[in-house]
């Protein structure tokens, strides 16, 4: 990330940002949540979240009305607007579990096109009520006896009645079952899953379901991916989520009762692993307790009892094996299976406790290879001592590193450090001798700020939540950086933190960001250098088809420049980043991507190289034309019929060749290249008369119309000799193409008795008639005086005819004479 290159021209490329004018969407919206409470999307999910329950029939009436009335809000988690609270995060905000987080619903129905819809949706819920009742006529199995439910519906049946059962619980006697958090963001309820799965058929068909919002359709499939991303991410956020009450145990009462009830659902879930006799892939004839135990050992079996230790202390990852489908698990069990180390480092890299639930379970009749498992203590034990981004995980070989650059570990720092003696010694007299840290906010100097739009000095945060998603990976590309949750598009994941240098310094010249002003766009302020000190944001590799950007930002006291989801990023996806074009000049993009900027650079340098080697054989080949013409002298004449043809083939080469623009050079080039042509015997054994003196092919282009009359005129002049009527007859017989009279006769020449008399006469008759004609004509326009004048004239034409007719008698008499002879 050299100062010239990374981020300084990225940004630009990218044209500075005032967010103070344009933030991103979430961006604004924090701004009206106050971002002081909640910065991030993520970190909303922060607080401990409720049990994810089945809402009732009104709460999601009222949770689509909630959508229509506010603009922002979209039910499509493919929307584009960030910051869209799930639904349990609404459900959330309903029973006030974060009401300073989230917007009250008040708040949003107060808004203008809340009033505008209000009655629509009063009507609409009367219609949907009048539906609902329909529906539930329509699928009671009594009304509908055909209806056979497909196989998986009974356990989901199952598990709508427990949710509803837990719900109902949790509304009875809140304290019975600790809130977990299950923010399984946006996922269609239990209910909306089981009537898509039993197929009701017309009843439920989309025409007949009132259209909330932008709501569009998406494929099954693409629901589904989003169904399992959104678990995958559910049980990360839980994990992380039962991890934190463990660590605030010893300090909070309260988390550590919410953490010995979290403990007392995952010692259940275990027992059922533990006592399960059979267990298989194969859940066709299970019913839902036997499948959910079978789910259960299987993932202990597949993948190890600490691990299973590990997951069922996430809500999400219980409801998986209890509710959901089977495409459904061993789809997410699959996405586990495949990251499981990642998720088994990250739960060590933090503390997480999972042995004190095995070890009750421990001795003679625990499973094959539990108590192993159990005592079997390794470095990553150790793990929990080292900060979390200060190990790169290799999936590939299971191991873990520290991040290592020239001998240098690569520690983690918090802030962007500002030390006056870097900036003493500074070349540009701007920033030599800089006293204070220039990225420090004086009042409008950067802008507003970015999440509150103040215009002074204020205390917002960026929250840290996301970089309790990421993880360092070892990639080809060095040390990468891996998503471990989803973050949708506009969250700010992180603040690229580094030691501040003056935008001269080169002393880091792979991971330096130039930080450039947001008001005075091309105002370069410091050059941020973690190449030893800094954050996971200086791992993320190059994309140039990135999912993250950089932006420059002001928030709270400081100017600084932040790491941007561009869209939505899903659990185990790796972040990029784009460097910028100028970072690859003399370096090699390995991302792969279409219109990456080395395949772009690659092709033009081959064009070049291309057009550098045509040129360098263009000069070798016209310079052995130029030789090959003062040693053969005249004899090039012989070659110009192949000449031609060698023409015809070099433009055809030419036109398949991408950019030719100098044809006639290249022609030449082909002449040369491939050398005087092979001549066919006979052809070198005819004479020719084109110019020996003149370039072959000005000689093929001119030769035959005028090579000719100088044949016939040396043939009248010079009177009938021998030799020369032999030459003569042999230059007729090259020419004979380019005269059909001529032709006539020399082909007829080696004819005898009466075709050729039949010819001859033919010819002659055709002579005199055209004299006479010509006369005729010539005596009708001109007058009686003019008669001598006409008479010259018609003489003269008569002369014309009888050169003509001269050739003709003079070859007849050769042709006599041969004969004779
Ligand atoms: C800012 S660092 C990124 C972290 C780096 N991978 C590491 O191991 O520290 C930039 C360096 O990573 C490597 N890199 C990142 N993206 C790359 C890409 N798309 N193709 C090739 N190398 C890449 C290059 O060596 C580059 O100089």
Same mark, same amino acid.
């Given at each position: 990330?050299?100062?010239?290159?990374?981020?300084?021209?990225?940004?630009?490329?990218?044209?500075?940002?005032?967010?103070?004018?344009?933030?991103?969407?979430?961006?604004?919206?924090?701004?009206?949540?106050?971002?002081?409470?909640?910065?991030?999307?993520?970190?909303?999910?922060?607080?401990?979240?409720?049990?994810?329950?089945?809402?009732?029939?009104?709460?999601?009436?009222?949770?689509?009305?909630?959508?229509?009335?506010?603009?922002?809000?979209?039910?499509?988690?493919?929307?584009?607007?960030?910051?869209?609270?799930?639904?349990?995060?609404?459900?959330?905000?309903?029973?006030?579990?974060?009401?300073?987080?989230?917007?009250?619903?008040?708040?949003?129905?107060?808004?203008?096109?809340?009033?505008?819809?209000?009655?629509?949706?009063?009507?609409?819920?009367?219609?949907?009520?009048?539906?609902?009742?329909?529906?539930?006529?329509?699928?009671?199995?009594?009304?509908?006896?055909?209806?056979?439910?497909?196989?998986?519906?009974?356990?989901?049946?199952?598990?709508?009645?427990?949710?509803?059962?837990?719900?109902?619980?949790?509304?009875?006697?809140?304290?019975?079952?600790?809130?977990?958090?299950?923010?399984?963001?946006?996922?269609?309820?239990?209910?909306?899953?089981?009537?898509?799965?039993?197929?009701?058929?017309?009843?439920?068909?989309?025409?007949?379901?009132?259209?909330?919002?932008?709501?569009?359709?998406?494929?099954?499939?693409?629901?589904?991916?989003?169904?399992?991303?959104?678990?995958?991410?559910?049980?990360?956020?839980?994990?992380?989520?039962?991890?934190?009450?463990?660590?605030?145990?010893?300090?909070?009462?309260?988390?550590?009762?919410?953490?010995?009830?979290?403990?007392?659902?995952?010692?259940?879930?275990?027992?059922?692993?533990?006592?399960?006799?059979?267990?298989?892939?194969?859940?066709?004839?299970?019913?839902?307790?036997?499948?959910?135990?079978?789910?259960?050992?299987?993932?202990?079996?597949?993948?190890?009892?600490?691990?299973?230790?590990?997951?069922?202390?996430?809500?999400?990852?219980?409801?998986?094996?209890?509710?959901?489908?089977?495409?459904?698990?061993?789809?997410?069990?699959?996405?586990?299976?495949?990251?499981?180390?990642?998720?088994?480092?990250?739960?060590?890299?933090?503390?997480?406790?999972?042995?004190?639930?095995?070890?009750?379970?421990?001795?003679?009749?625990?499973?094959?290879?539990?108590?192993?498992?159990?005592?079997?203590?390794?470095?990553?034990?150790?793990?929990?001592?080292?900060?979390?981004?200060?190990?790169?995980?290799?999936?590939?070989?299971?191991?873990?590193?520290?991040?290592?650059?020239?001998?240098?570990?690569?520690?983690?720092?918090?802030?962007?450090?500002?030390?006056?003696?870097?900036?003493?010694?500074?070349?540009?007299?701007?920033?030599?001798?800089?006293?204070?840290?220039?990225?420090?906010?004086?009042?409008?100097?950067?802008?507003?700020?970015?999440?509150?739009?103040?215009?002074?000095?204020?205390?917002?945060?960026?929250?840290?939540?996301?970089?309790?998603?990421?993880?360092?990976?070892?990639?080809?590309?060095?040390?990468?950086?891996?998503?471990?949750?989803?973050?949708?598009?506009?969250?700010?994941?992180?603040?690229?933190?580094?030691?501040?240098?003056?935008?001269?310094?080169?002393?880091?010249?792979?991971?330096?960001?130039?930080?450039?002003?947001?008001?005075?766009?091309?105002?370069?302020?410091?050059?941020?250098?973690?190449?030893?000190?800094?954050?996971?944001?200086?791992?993320?590799?190059?994309?140039?088809?990135?999912?993250?950007?950089?932006?420059?930002?002001?928030?709270?006291?400081?100017?600084?420049?932040?790491?941007?989801?561009?869209?939505?990023?899903?659990?185990?996806?790796?972040?990029?980043?784009?460097?910028?074009?100028?970072?690859?000049?003399?370096?090699?993009?390995?991302?792969?991507?279409?219109?990456?900027?080395?395949?772009?650079?690659?092709?033009?340098?081959?064009?070049?190289?291309?057009?550098?080697?045509?040129?360098?054989?263009?000069?070798?080949?016209?310079?052995?034309?130029?030789?090959?013409?003062?040693?053969?002298?005249?004899?090039? /004449?012989?070659?110009? *019929?192949? +000449?031609?043809? !060698? &023409?015809? $083939?070099? =433009?055809?080469?030419?036109?398949? %060749? @991408?950019? #030719?623009?100098?044809?006639?050079?290249?022609?030449?080039?082909?002449?040369?290249?491939?050398?005087?042509?092979?001549?066919?015997?006979?052809?070198?054994?005819?004479?020719?008369?084109?110019?020996?003196?003149?370039?072959?092919?000005?000689?093929?282009?001119?030769?035959?119309?005028?090579?000719?009359?100088?044949?016939?005129?040396?043939?009248?002049?010079?009177?009938?000799?021998?030799?020369?009527?032999?030459?003569?007859?042999?230059?007729?017989?090259?020419?004979?193409?380019?005269?059909?009279?001529?032709?006539?006769?020399?082909?007829?020449?080696?004819?005898?008795?009466?075709?050729?008399?039949?010819?001859?006469?033919?010819?002659?008759?055709?002579?005199?008639?055209?004299?006479?004609?010509?006369?005729?004509?010539? /005596?009708?326009?001109? *007058?009686? +005086?003019?008669? !001598? &004048?006409? $008479?010259? =004239?018609?003489?003269?034409?008569? %002369? @014309?005819? #009888?050169?003509?007719?001269?050739?003709?008698?003079?070859?007849?008499?050769?042709?006599?004479?041969?004969?004779?002879?």
């Amino acid at each position: 990330m050299a100062a010239s290159g990374y981020l300084n021209s990225q940004v630009s490329d990218n044209g500075p940002k005032d967010a103070s004018n344009l933030p991103p969407r979430s961006l604004r919206k924090r701004r009206d949540k106050g971002e002081d409470k909640s910065p991030s999307k993520i970190s909303k999910t922060s607080p401990p979240a409720p049990t994810r329950t089945v809402r009732s029939r009104a709460k999601q009436r009222q949770e689509e009305e909630d959508t229509i009335c506010s603009p922002s809000k979209r039910p499509n988690k493919s929307s584009p607007i960030p910051s869209q609270p799930s639904r349990t995060q609404k459900k959330r905000g309903q029973e006030g579990g974060d009401a300073d987080s989230y917007p009250s619903k008040k708040s949003k129905t107060s808004s203008p096109a809340s009033s505008q819809t209000s009655q629509s949706l009063e009507e609409r819920r009367q219609e949907e009520e009048e539906q609902e009742q329909e529906e539930e006529a329509d699928s009671s199995p009594s009304k509908r006896p055909g209806t056979t439910p497909p196989n998986l519906s009974q356990p989901l049946q199952l598990g709508e009645e427990r949710r509803e059962e837990g719900e109902d619980n949790a509304d009875s006697s809140p304290g019975e079952r600790p809130k977990t958090s299950s923010p399984a963001p946006a996922r269609p309820s239990g209910s909306q899953r089981k009537r898509g799965q039993e197929g009701e058929g017309a009843e439920n068909t989309p025409n007949k379901r009132p259209k909330t919002g932008t709501f569009q359709p998406l494929s099954i499939y693409t629901e589904f991916i989003q169904d399992r991303d959104q678990i995958l991410h559910a049980i990360m956020y839980d994990l992380y989520d039962v991890n934190k009450i463990y660590n605030d145990r010893q300090k909070n009462k309260v988390a550590r009762l919410d953490y010995e009830a979290r403990c007392i659902y995952a010692s259940r879930a275990l027992e059922k692993a533990i006592t399960c006799r059979s267990w298989s892939w194969d859940e066709a004839n299970m019913d839902c307790e036997e499948r959910e135990a079978s789910r259960l050992r299987f993932f202990a079996e597949k993948i190890g009892w600490p691990m299973l230790a590990i997951c069922v202390q996430a809500e999400a990852f219980r409801r998986l094996c209890q509710e959901e489908s089977t495409p459904m698990w061993q789809s997410v069990w699959r996405r586990l299976q495949g990251y499981v180390y990642n998720i088994w480092i990250q739960a060590h890299s933090r503390g997480f406790e999972w042995r004190s639930l095995l070890e009750p379970y421990a001795g003679v009749d625990a499973p094959r290879g539990f108590n192993q498992a159990l005592a079997h203590r390794s470095g990553v034990d150790g793990l929990r001592y080292t900060h979390p981004h200060e190990i790169v995980v290799d999936e590939g070989v299971k191991t873990v590193r520290p991040p290592i650059f020239r001998d240098r570990l690569q520690k983690h720092v918090e802030f962007s450090t500002f030390d006056p003696k870097d900036w003493e010694t500074a070349t540009d007299p701007e920033h030599r001798g800089l006293k204070k840290d220039p990225t420090l906010r004086k009042d409008l100097n950067h802008g507003l700020c970015d999440l509150c739009a103040a215009g002074k000095i204020c205390e917002c945060q960026i929250k840290k939540a996301p970089f309790e998603f990421v993880q360092l990976v070892q990639t080809t590309m060095g040390v990468g950086v891996r998503a471990l949750a989803q973050f949708e598009k506009g969250d700010i994941l992180a603040e690229f933190v580094g030691p501040l240098h003056p935008p001269c310094y080169i002393g880091d010249p792979v991971y330096a960001l130039t930080m450039q002003g947001k008001v005075r766009v091309k105002e370069e302020i410091a050059l941020i250098c973690p190449m030893e000190f800094g954050n996971f944001t200086r791992f993320i590799n190059h994309s140039c088809r990135a999912n993250t950007t950089f932006e420059r930002r002001t928030i709270g006291d400081r100017a600084m420049m932040t790491v941007e989801a561009l869209r939505d990023i899903q659990p185990f996806e790796e972040l990029t980043v784009n460097y910028g074009r100028a970072y690859w000049k003399g370096r090699t993009c390995e991302c792969g991507e279409e219109g990456c900027y080395t395949k772009q650079e690659e092709r033009k340098k081959q064009q070049r190289e291309r057009e550098m080697e045509r040129r360098k054989q263009r000069d070798m080949q016209l310079e052995a034309s130029k030789n090959v013409a003062t040693e053969e002298d005249g004899d090039t /004449e012989e070659y110009s *019929d192949e +000449e031609d043809e !060698e &023409e015809d $083939t070099d =433009e055809e080469e030419d036109t398949d %060749e @991408e950019e #030719d623009t100098d044809e006639e050079e290249t022609d030449e080039e082909g002449e040369v290249e491939e050398g005087p042509p092979k001549k066919k015997p006979e052809e070198e054994k005819a004479p020719s008369k084109k110019g020996s003196k003149e370039g072959s092919s000005l000689g093929a282009a001119e030769g035959p119309s005028k090579g000719k009359p100088k044949g016939k005129k040396a043939l009248a002049k010079d009177g009938p000799g021998k030799e020369r009527a032999e030459e003569e007859r042999a230059a007729r017989v090259i020419n004979q193409e380019w005269d059909p009279i001529l032709e006539d006769y020399t082909d007829n020449s080696g004819c005898e008795g009466e075709e050729v008399e039949r010819a001859r006469g033919k010819a002659k008759e055709k002579e005199k008639e055209k004299g006479k004609g010509k006369r005729k004509e010539k /005596e009708k326009e001109k *007058d009686a +005086e003019e008669q !001598e &004048e006409s $008479t010259e =004239e018609s003489s003269s034409s008569s %002369e @014309e005819s #009888d050169e003509s007719s001269y050739v003709l008698v003079e070859e007849e008499e050769e042709e006599d004479r041969g004969k004779e002879d």
